[in-house]
């Protein structure tokens, strides 16, 4: 079993700044992509950026320039440094990882998701 536990949510003010992380564990031999996603009530879940394992990044058009994506591969680790908070950016966000275990074991998995809420 893989396990992706994320951390660092919590209330910032608009213009402030919040550090996320989520730290995979369990069978794991090799992480591809990594990323984040969010949802708001009433709303589809949408991505937020993402990274590969050789460094490649994406980023939704709305926090570009804002949140930065990164990884430490040795400690199974993404994080997101989101800056320049907006009330917009408030939602539910999902850590998520492509995971190769083993050769003809890999799969997708999500963390339960850490609430980030920016007052204006």
């Known amino acids: 079993q893989v396990q992706l536990v994320e951390s660092g949510g919590g209330l910032v003010q608009a213009g402030g700044s919040l550090s996320l992380s989520c730290a995979a564990s369990?069978?794991?031999?090799?992480?591809?992509?990594m990323g984040w996603y969010r949802q708001a009530p009433g709303n589809q879940r949408e991505l937020v950026a993402t990274?590969?394992?050789?460094?490649?990044?994406n980023y939704a058009d709305s926090v570009k320039g804002r949140f930065t994506i990164s990884r430490d591969n040795a400690k199974n680790t993404v994080y997101l440094q989101m800056n320049s908070l907006k009330f917009e950016d408030t939602a539910v966000y999902y850590c998520?990882?492509?995971?190769?275990?083993?050769?003809?074991?890999?799969?997708?998995?999500w963390g339960q998701g850490t609430q980030v809420t920016v007052s204006s």
């Open positions: 369990g069978s794991i031999f090799s992480i591809n992509a």
């Open positions: 998520n990882a492509h995971v190769i275990m083993d050769w003809g074991r890999w799969g997708a998995y």
């Open positions: 990274i590969t394992s050789g460094g490649s990044t």
